[in-house]
């Protein structure tokens, strides 16, 4: 069986979100719960029982994306952390925009149901595949008024910051913990699961 699918759009002219815009100061924003998508492909895949049902967040985002270059039009990265979880997608930005990127690892929207499952798989929900979610590098200034704006839209509403792009440690994402140190975030190896899509 072969299955193509094909997305067509606009771009809106003076918008570019490439990952090389990272600029140190920048807000990074994720518009909702994470791990949702990968923890509840795997519970079907292998059988697995975690207790609750997890039922997977895949949306269309085009309309969330809209509302928040109507706030913003400079919103200088958006991605959707989809295969290698939210620590790939921050590791390529990083690295592409030479810059660091520090997480705050108790403001990460991890749904309990995703971090029991993944405690007893022994996986790190930041590794977890997403679908209906994006991440957003916002400059300071336009923020608060992105993440308002997220929060009215229906695929927004557990919007979150989660960090700040640092000029330290160029090309590296480090979470800062509840204990106040921090843990290197590499790029994971290999797929926490086969591949989705």
Aim: charged letters at 20%; proline letters at 8%.
């Amino acid at each position: 069986v072969y299955v193509t699918t094909a997305g067509i759009g606009v771009v809106p002219d003076g918008v570019d979100i490439r990952p090389q815009r990272a600029r140190p100061g920048d807000v990074v924003i994720v518009s909702g719960d994470l791990g949702v998508h990968g923890m509840a492909v795997m519970s079907v895949r292998e059988g697995l029982q975690f207790g609750t049902e997890i039922v997977s967040d895949t949306a269309p985002l085009h309309g969330l994306v809209a509302a928040m270059l109507a706030v913003c039009p400079d919103v200088h990265v958006l991605r959707d952390p989809t295969r290698g979880g939210l620590a790939a997608s921050l590791n390529e930005i990083a690295e592409a925009a030479g810059v660091g990127i520090e997480l705050v690892e108790r403001a990460l929207p991890v749904p309990d149901a995703v971090a029991n499952a993944c405690a007893v798989l022994g996986l790190d929900p930041l590794y977890v595949a997403n679908e209906g979610k994006l991440v957003a590098f916002v400059p300071p200034a336009h923020a608060e008024p992105v993440l308002a704006a997220m929060r009215e839209h229906e695929y927004g509403r557990g919007a979150s910051i989660i960090g700040t792009v640092v000029e330290e440690h160029p090309g590296m994402v480090v979470a800062r913990t509840g204990f106040g140190g921090t843990r290197v975030v590499d790029l994971p190896l290999g797929e926490v699961l086969p591949r989705i899509c």
